[in-house]
């Protein structure tokens, strides 16, 4: 066990030893394959996936934490939950930026391998690592964000949490079109990527890059906001 990993779990058996307990045992993910990107910093695929940049995570994960919907969230002063964890850049971005980030991540054998490459005990107070739906439960209202990657690799448990999320928490549950339309509204274009779409639906990551995909003529300012979103989340 590396000393990192035991740091870690010090720091959140402060606040959380039964989960520090648990994390203690889990098992990490047999198909987990961490890797050093261009950076130096590690990153981590499964199953295909990349969970991170190949080439800056850490760079990618402050594009997610400055991200518009993310932006509108410190704006209003309110807390933020995030679906999924990988090796959890993304998640110490965040945390410089809210005294409270929520981590949705059921596989505890993923956060064991996260605690076992980043530092989390600087952040740690201000984490909350959520792993079973029934966490969910008097949670304080957050806007819920979705780690791509990790959605491509488990899109049914996203879905599943996605729902649960609004009902079971104080929890704005996942954004639909009427939401991106009003944090995005001042990008360029993409007004008439979102017209289309049904205003009070919950919108996917893929279904905005397959709308902004099916435009012709020349790239409008928000377009290749996505494109270079979406590009960045699958690690290229």
């Known amino acids: 066990m590396t000393k990192l990993l035991e740091h870690n779990l010090a720091s959140l058996a402060q606040n ?8 203690r045992e889990a098992e990490i993910p047999a198909k987990a394959n961490v890797s050093p990107a261009r950076t130096g910093a590690p990153t981590l695929i499964m199953d295909g996936v990349s969970l991170h940049s190949r080439f800056d995570p850490m760079g990618e994960a402050e594009v997610l934490a400055d991200s518009p919907a993310v932006t509108e969230a410190r704006a209003t ?3 933020i939950a995030v679906f999924g964890l990988g090796l959890g850049h993304h998640v110490l971005a965040l945390a410089q930026r809210f005294s409270l980030v929520m981590v949705i991540e059921p596989n505890l054998g993923l956060i064991r391998l996260a605690f076992t490459h980043l530092d989390f005990s600087r952040v740690m107070p201000g984490l909350r690592f959520l792993t079973a739906p029934s966490s969910i439960a008097g949670q304080p209202p957050a806007v819920l964000i979705p780690h791509a990657p990790s959605v491509r690799l488990n899109r ?14 104080g929890g704005n549950g996942p954004e639909t079109a009427a939401d991106l339309l009003k944090a995005w509204n001042d990008i360029p274009g993409m007004k008439d990527i979102l017209i289309d779409l049904d205003a009070a639906a919950p919108v996917e990551p893929a279904e905005l890059v397959r709308a902004a995909g099916k435009r012709r003529g020349r790239l409008s300012e928000g377009e290749i906001y996505l494109f270079l979103l979406n590009e960045l989340a699958q690690g290229l």
């Open 16 to 23: 959380d030893p039964v989960l520090a307990r648990k994390i």
């Open 156 to 169: 049914g448990e996203y879905n599943k949490w996605a729902k649960l999320w609004g009902r079971g928490s």
């Open 77 to 79: 002063g309110g807390a």
